[in-house]
C-alpha cells in the first residue's frame, strides 16, 4: 500500500513558523486530495486543511495563518504554519482521500491512507 511520511514538526514559541511536509510513495496520489488532520492530546482528531487539483479547504481556526501547498513533481504537499498559538499543539496527520469527494475530503471518516504523524508543539 502506498505511504506517506511526515516531516517538520518541533517545538516553537507561539507566534513563530513552522513548515510540515509529507511525501507520498506512490505517484497515484495525484488523484487524490491531500491534506492535514491534527490531533492535540485528549481531543478527537481534526480537519486542518486539504488540497486537491480543484479544491483547497481549510477549518476555520487555521484560515488566514496556514497554508497548503502540492508540489506534483515531489509528490508532496505541505503545510506552511505562520502566526502559531498554543491551541495549535498537536500531532499533525497527513492525510489522503479520493479527490472525487469533494468536501467530503474534510472529514476524518474519508481518508483512505495516513502518515504517522508529526509533533507540533507551540510554548506560549
Known amino acids: 500500500q502506498a505511504q506517506l511520511a511526515e516531516s517538520g514538526g518541533g517545538l516553537v514559541q507561539a507566534g513563530g513558523s513552522l513548515t510540515l511536509s509529507c511525501a507520498a510513495s506512490a505517484p497515484t496520489f495525484s488523484s487524490y486530495a491531500m491534506g492535514w488532520f491534527r490531533q492535540a492530546p485528549g481531543k478527537e482528531r481534526e480537519f486542518v486543511a486539504t488540497k486537491s487539483s480543484d479544491n483547497t479547504y481549510y477549518a476555520d481556526s487555521v484560515k488566514g495563518r496556514f497554508t497548503i501547498s502540492r508540489d506534483k513533481d515531489k509528490n508532496t504537499v505541505y503545510l506552511q504554519m505562520n502566526s502559531l498559538k498554543s491551541e495549535d499543539t498537536a500531532v499533525y496527520y497527513c492525510?489522503?482521500?479520493?479527490?472525487?469527494?469533494?468536501?467530503?475530503?474534510?472529514?476524518?471518516?474519508?481518508?483512505?491512507?495516513w502518515g504517522q504523524g508529526t509533533l507540533v508543539t507551540v510554548s506560549s
Open positions: 492525510a489522503a482521500t479520493r479527490a472525487s469527494h469533494g468536501l467530503l475530503a474534510t472529514t476524518r471518516g474519508f481518508v483512505e491512507v
